[in-house]
Each structure stands twice: as C-alpha cells, then as structure tokens.
C-alpha cells in the first residue's frame, strides 16, 4: 500500500485528497436526489403517513404497519409542510443527513485512525452504494447513521478527556435521550458504549464516576421506554413483521447445523448487501439470497451465473477478512475504542435473537460507517505486515473495485427502483373516455401517493385486492373486466415466487380472457392496456 499512497502523495497532499473525497461524496449524494426517482412501495407508506396525517395523528401508530422513529417522522412533517409533498422535499431530510454523515465520519476517523488509514475509510464511506442510495430514499436509515455517527462523535471527545467531571457526563446523557427518537438503532450504540464503560471503570476500579455514568444510564433507559411506547409498541410483536423477517433473527441456542449456518449467511449477506454488494440478490433471487442457495440450486445456474456468484462471494471473502483483521489490529491498540465498535454488532445480533429487531440489510445500515473503519484499520495492518507489493495491490483492487464501478454508474444512472410515477402519466397521457385502470394490490400504496398529488380523478379506477397466488379468489375478482373493451393493467412491486410472480401470472389469464393492445414498462413498474370484448 505504501508505494500506491506514496505515489498519490507526490501529486497532490493529504490535506487536499480529503477535500477532494468530501466533496466527492456531496456530489454522489446529491446527483443521486436530483435523479428524482419515483416513490417506491416503501418510500411511499412513509409519503402517505406525513401528507394525511397531522402533527398529533403521528404521535399515533403508522398506517400500513409501519415502524419509523418518532423525531424522523416529524421532521418530514415539518419538511412536507413548509415546501409540499414532493418527492424532493420527501427526500430532503435523508440527503441532509447523508452530507452530515460525511463530516461526522471524518471527525470520528481522524481521531480514531492513522493518517494513512483516515483516506482509505473516508473513499469506502463516500462512494458507497448503500449510504448513497439511503442519502435519497424516504426512509429512516440514512438518519441512523446520522445519529450513530454523532453519537461516537460524541464519545470519541470523551475519551479524549483524562479527567471526567460530572458536567461531561450531561451532553452524553442529554443527547444520547434525544437520539432514541430520532433512530431505533441509536439504541445499540448508546449500549454498546454504555457497557464497555462501565466495564472499564470497573476494571480500573474508578467505581467513583458509577455516581454519573448511573445517572446517564437513567437518562437513556426513561427515553428508550418512552419512546418504544409511543413508536414501537406493538410493532415488535406483529405477526405479519415478524413471519416478514423470520430468517433474520439470531437463534438463541444453537441447536442443529442450520443454526450454524445462519450466522454464515448473516455474514454473507452484511458483507454483500449491506456494504454494498446489491448484485447478489438480483442474480440468485430474493428468496435465494435470504435463505441462502442450496448446493443443487447452484449446480441449476448457468456458467455465467456460478462464475459471478464466484467472483462476489470472492469479493465478500476479501472484506470480510480486512474487516476481521481491522479488529484485531483495534483489539492490539486500543480494547476501549474496539469494544464501543464492535459492541454494537454483538447487541444488534442479541436483540434480533429476542425477535425484537431483525439483523438484515438496510436495517443495519448503521453499522456500516464502523465496518469501513475496522476495514481501514484492516488494509493499514496489512500493508504493514505484507512485504509483497502485488499481493497489496490485489487486496485493494478487491476491496475497492466494485464500490468505484458503482458509484461511477450511479452519477451516470440512477438507482432506480419502482419508476411508477412515468407509468401513471402514460396512462393519463393515453387515457380515454371509458377506460378503466386495474391497479395491482401491492402498486396502489405508491399509486394513492401520486394520485392525491396529481389530477387524476378523471381516472375511472378497480383496486385489486388479490394476489396472483390466490387464483381462484382472483379469478373471481377479474371477472368484472370481462367485457371491457379498455382495461389498464398496471403493477409495480411484483410479488414473486420461486422462478414465477404475479406479473407473469398474471398476463397469462389475461392473455387467455382478452386481446394485449399494448404495453409500457419502466425500471419495476408496468402498464399493460387489454380489450376483453
């Protein structure tokens, strides 16, 4: 690494490269809002709770089963209110809280890591996929790590303090009660520094400053259960959540092999997903790639398939392996600094064994900021361990490879998801007197948001209420477009199974009961116009 680093030196300055890596990360961020995606099924359960409820209706639980911290949902009132429902003011907050990100992970990094190493963690943080995309999306999760990063920020400035009075117990303590409603997984940072602290001070036998550590303990857990009554009570104990998330939950004992093996594929799935690895899923399929591919669905894969599989799973291996190393580099430095990181995966890991949150992809996007650290901390111990120049250079061309491409890709295009909003207007565009628009049961959350936006009402509109997998009741239900010479069938969030999904069946009885006049698509959401006479 020393002669790649040495050769950058000599062209620009560190000082200027971290200038240079802030900015590119504003610029990833905000091209990717300007993109302007639409809503997709997600974005637009949160979209719908801010435009029809109240400031007070919030204080209530969500509509559509959702779970989001009090202190974001208000703030996006607050947005809505003042600039309108427009997907940029939606998104506004999450882009906000990305560029601050930025700025928090270098004042963390600087403090935490050696100056070689801050570059190498500030260009992962910067053009990662993941932190880039939640930077526009109408969610929570770019907010968390917001509020993560803040609050090791914050921890950070107390460790540097020899002596601890009991006035710097408060702002840990104040902002730490505030940070539960503004971020679930706030909760895990808050008591992963909270136990190595206290196991700290026990082992240095300062049992003096339990007095304000107490006190701040206190603090936190008033606000914690406040806030799980006012935002998540019921939600953690929701049936359809919970089967929705059934194979994200830690087993508790480890009774069988299988159990074994979900904490490999956990592994696999935060060191591919969650870093930033998205192709994974698109390739094997969802179901696959959260249960995990068997070694007989792997022999079914075309070449092509397996050696990409192959090259992911090498991808994964190699950071994977840079972060364990970062570890035990932390662990030789600095125990109290590795245990306030690492100590939030092992909480995250045991709440999720509780089955009161899930250890999965965007929900533990917060961690990723700490990952990149120990990573960063990972390839300065190898470069010094490591004599061999290429096998240096292999090891960075692996880790940062992929993340480069992607983020180079996504000034270019954007990440879309569920382009439904270019679908409606088609249809608008297209529509004529006795038209009817059939509207898929898992498209109408996204639709009714730019439905009450736009001037749709002219549109004459059937709300499906089945799913492609309940044929008969289905067929039942489509029975009232039989004899319409002008249907509109449009879908988004198609539901699938298996190799099948309700689109394709969909179109299948369609294509038995009428004639396909003509069809539009885009990114995840279609429209498809048939003549049943």
């Known amino acids: 690494m020393e002669f790649l680093y040495e050769d950058l030196k000599s062209k620009i300055n560190r000082k200027t490269l971290i200038y240079l890596l802030i900015v590119l990360g504003i610029i990833l961020r905000v091209v990717q809002c300007l993109y302007n995606r639409s809503l997709w099924l997600d974005e637009s359960f949160i979209g719908l709770n801010v435009m029809n409820r109240s400031f007070l209706e919030l204080l209530k639980p969500l509509d559509f089963g959702q779970a989001a911290p009090l202190g974001f949902i208000l703030i996006e009132k607050i947005v809505s209110f003042i600039f309108g429902n427009s997907e940029y003011a939606l998104r506004l907050f999450p882009l906000v809280s990305g560029i601050i990100s930025i700025f928090l992970f270098y004042g963390i990094i600087k403090r935490w890591l050696d100056e070689k190493a801050v570059p190498i963690a500030l260009i992962l943080f910067v053009i990662s996929e993941r932190l880039i995309y939640f930077s526009s999306e109408v969610k929570q999760y770019s907010s968390d790590v917001m509020v993560s990063l803040l609050l090791l920020f914050i921890f950070t400035k107390y460790l540097e303090k020899e002596k601890v009075k009991f006035l710097d117990f408060v702002i840990p303590g104040l902002i730490g009660s505030l940070a539960v409603w503004f971020s679930f997984s706030s909760f895990f940072i808050l008591a992963g520094f909270g136990i190595t602290i206290f196991l700290m001070y026990i082992k240095k036998r300062e049992y003096y400053k339990f007095r304000p550590l107490f006190f701040i303990f206190f603090l936190w857990g008033i606000s914690s259960m406040l806030n799980f009554l006012v935002s998540l009570n019921g939600i953690s104990i929701n049936p359809d959540l919970v089967e929705y998330f059934q194979y994200d939950f830690m087993p508790l004992q480890i009774k069988s092999f299988q159990d074994i093996f979900w904490f490999l594929k956990a592994f696999y799935k935060f060191f591919s997903f969650t870093l930033g690895l998205p192709a994974?899923?698109?390739?094997?399929?969802?179901?696959?790639?959260?249960?995990?591919?068997?070694?007989?669905?792997?022999?079914?894969?075309?070449?092509?398939?397996?050696?990409?599989?192959?090259?992911?799973?090498?991808?994964?291996?190699?950071?994977?392996?840079?972060?364990?190393?970062?570890?035990?580099?932390?662990?030789?430095?600095?125990?109290?600094?590795?245990?306030?990181?690492?100590?939030?995966?092992?909480?995250?890991?045991?709440?999720?064994?509780?089955?009161?949150?899930?250890?999965?992809?965007?929900?533990?996007?917060?961690?990723?900021?700490?990952?990149?650290?120990?990573?960063?901390?990972?390839?300065?111990?190898?470069?010094?361990?490591i004599k061999s120049k290429i096998i240096s250079l292999v090891i960075i061309v692996l880790l940062f490879s992929y993340p480069i491409l992607s983020s180079g890709y996504n000034i270019i295009k954007s990440n879309k998801v569920e382009e439904i909003r270019p679908v409606i207007e088609y249809v608008n565009d297209n529509w004529q007197d006795g038209d009817l628009l059939y509207v898929y049961k898992f498209s109408i959350p996204a639709f009714t948001y730019y439905y009450e936006r736009k001037d749709l009402k002219h549109l004459n509109i059937f709300y499906g209420e089945i799913i492609s997998q309940e044929l008969v009741d289905w067929g039942k239900e489509s029975e009232q477009l039989i004899g319409k010479n002008r249907v509109w069938f449009l879908i988004s969030h198609n539901y699938k199974f298996g190799i099948k999904s309700d689109e394709g069946n969909l179109l299948n009885y369609f294509d038995k009961k009428g004639v396909r006049v003509e069809s539009y698509k885009k990114e995840g959401a279609s429209v498809y116009l048939y003549d049943f006479q």
């Open 280 to 385: 994974l899923r698109s390739i094997i399929g969802w179901h696959s790639f959260t249960n995990g591919i068997g070694i007989s669905e792997f022999s079914m894969c075309s070449l092509y398939t397996r050696v990409t599989l192959a090259v992911i799973a090498l991808l994964v291996f190699n950071a994977g392996l840079i972060f364990f190393v970062g570890t035990y580099s932390f662990f030789l430095k600095s125990k109290e600094k590795f245990f306030i990181l690492i100590s939030p995966f092992f909480v995250s890991l045991f709440v999720s064994g509780l089955r009161l949150y899930p250890f999965v992809g965007r929900t533990n996007i917060f961690l990723v900021p700490i990952a990149f650290i120990f990573i960063a901390e990972g390839v300065f111990f190898l470069k010094k361990t």
